[in-house]
């Protein structure tokens, strides 16, 4: 179902509030057009990486080997002028690792914290699958608290802080998968792709002198994230969308070849999600076609399919189309 309304439909959504988004919207082009000089044909995903740093929330990248996923990371900080750093995941990779540790100061006789590479504005965690639980969750556990508690003490994190986490989803052996609880803590799960041939011969030729990604220069001020917030937060939600977006996570959880929908957690990221999207568009009101673009993204990666549903082919992402096909946009609720 096509759910984009007609201009009658449109005033009962839009709000009186008078929000100016079009702060957030430039801001947004021009991270996304500077990210877009690295990556070819990237649009899309630069764009939800620009939503999730607007919600505040984490992204999990799941795609192949080489389709640009650590180079993505690179140039978005690199746009914003913020700090970067890169974790390569490995069985033998400690919680401290990542997040820091207490060294005794023989000359003072104390204590001294030493931050680890999660004091950063920007972190990409790649292969994350392949870090143990227990960093695995120290990791997480970062994500959700955006601070850090070590030796009792408790160590806030940078903001804008966003985490940036890659997997292979064709590669298992080596690996501890990420429990279901711990997905649901990513704002947003986005795919890469492959180029298409021409998207690709573009990408050649760019890539033949010197890599693009040595010459982005900041376009924004990482700071100005903190002032733009607001703003999104402020966008109108109709009651109408906000059904609708409630009716999709509530079809979830009720589909037949589902042991378990989406959370509370996902509900609140759709709307925020939708939110962001809206001012993106340069409009302060969310539209239902706003939630069903974005749905997949937010919700596919809650889902626990059925293993008697998966040997019949059906994925998450068949499931989600299936909900947003029946899941209808009334409008007669706050009318």
């Known amino acids: 179902m096509h759910t984009t309304l007609t201009n009658d439909q449109r005033s009962t959504t839009m709000p009186g509030q008078g929000v100016d988004v079009e702060p957030v919207k430039a801001f947004a082009e021009r991270v996304i057009a500077n990210v877009e000089t690295v990556l070819v044909g990237k649009r899309d995903a630069i764009e939800l990486l620009v939503i999730a740093l607007l919600c505040e929330g984490h992204v999990l990248l799941e795609d192949v080997p080489g389709t640009g996923k650590t180079m993505l990371a ?37 204590f001294e914290f030493r931050p680890g590479p999660i004091f950063v504005n920007v972190l990409l965690a790649d292969e994350l699958n392949r870090a143990t639980p227990r960093t695995q969750s120290a990791l997480l556990e970062a994500m959700q608290e955006r601070q850090v508690t070590v030796d009792g003490k408790t160590h806030p994190l940078k903001r804008p802080f966003l985490v940036l986490a890659t997997q292979n989803p064709i590669e298992y052996e080596g690996t501890f998968p990420l429990p279901e609880a711990q997905l649901d803590r990513f704002f947003l799960r986005v795919r890469l792709g492959y180029l298409d041939l021409e998207q690709e011969r573009a990408m050649l030729r760019r890539l033949r002198g010197e890599h693009p990604i040595s010459q982005v220069q900041p376009v924004v001020q990482g700071e100005d994230l903190l002032a733009l917030q607001p703003r999104v937060a402020a966008v109108h939600v109709d009651e109408t969308v906000e059904t609708y977006i409630l009716n999709i996570v509530h079809a979830t959880r009720a589909h037949p070849d589902l042991l378990l929908g989406a959370s509370p ?49 059906r ?6 189309a299936d909900v947003l096909e029946r899941v209808e946009v009334s409008l007669g609720e706050s009318a």
């Open 265 to 313: 957690r996902g509900s609140l990221a759709l709307y925020k999600a939708a939110q962001a999207f809206a001012a993106l568009r340069g409009r302060d009101y969310v539209l239902p076609d706003d939630v069903k673009h974005l749905a997949p993204y937010v919700l596919e990666h809650r889902l626990i399919v059925r293993p008697e549903s998966q040997l019949r082919g």
């Open 315 to 320: 994925t998450g992402a068949h499931i989600i």
């Open 74 to 110: 690179r140039a978005l900080a690199a746009s914003l002028g913020v700090s970067f750093r890169r974790i390569q995941c490995t069985p033998d990779l400690l919680p401290n690792d990542v997040l820091g540790v207490s060294v005794f100061n023989r000359q003072q006789g104390v």
